[in-house]
């Protein structure tokens, strides 16, 4: 069973910088790869994606600029750079992967919004980022 696993959460400052990252126990097809975040008592949202074989990003308008989707194909590993932290980034990130490029697709147009159901199959459990001011 395919399981994915975040870390790199924790505390940082308004203007700060985190890096998260995304671990698997084993190869699984993927057509794209994703961070999703949820803030306490707000809908979950996607804030990146990487088209896994072209390498494309995309990202929500809230962290454009500030934030750094990657792939580490070495290691297998997805990663989160987080540059110029604000408090709204506070949440727990998670980390998912999908191999049907239609559900990809939909997550590409819906960064940064809510309400659109995703349907991923590959999901992680969360790590919580905190950005105090």
């Known amino acids: 069973q395919i399981e994915l696993t975040e870390s790199g959460g924790g505390s940082g400052q308004t203007g700060g910088t985190l890096r998260l990252s995304c671990a698997n126990n084993g190869y699984f097809p993927r057509s794209c790869m994703a961070w999703f975040r949820q803030a306490p008592g707000k809908e979950r949202e996607g804030v990146a994606l990487?088209?896994?074989?072209?390498?494309?990003?995309l990202y929500a308008d809230s962290v454009e600029g500030r934030f750094t989707i990657s792939q580490d194909k070495a290691t297998d590993t997805l990663h989160l750079q987080m540059n110029s932290l604000i408090p709204e980034d506070t949440a727990t990130y998670y980390c998912a992967a999908e191999a049907r490029i239609r559900e990809c697709n939909t997550v590409a147009r819906t960064l940064g919004t809510t309400g659109t159901p995703v349907d991923l199959r590959y999901w992680g459990q969360g790590t919580q980022v905190t950005v105090s001011s």
């Open positions: 990487i088209y896994t074989g072209a390498g494309n990003t």
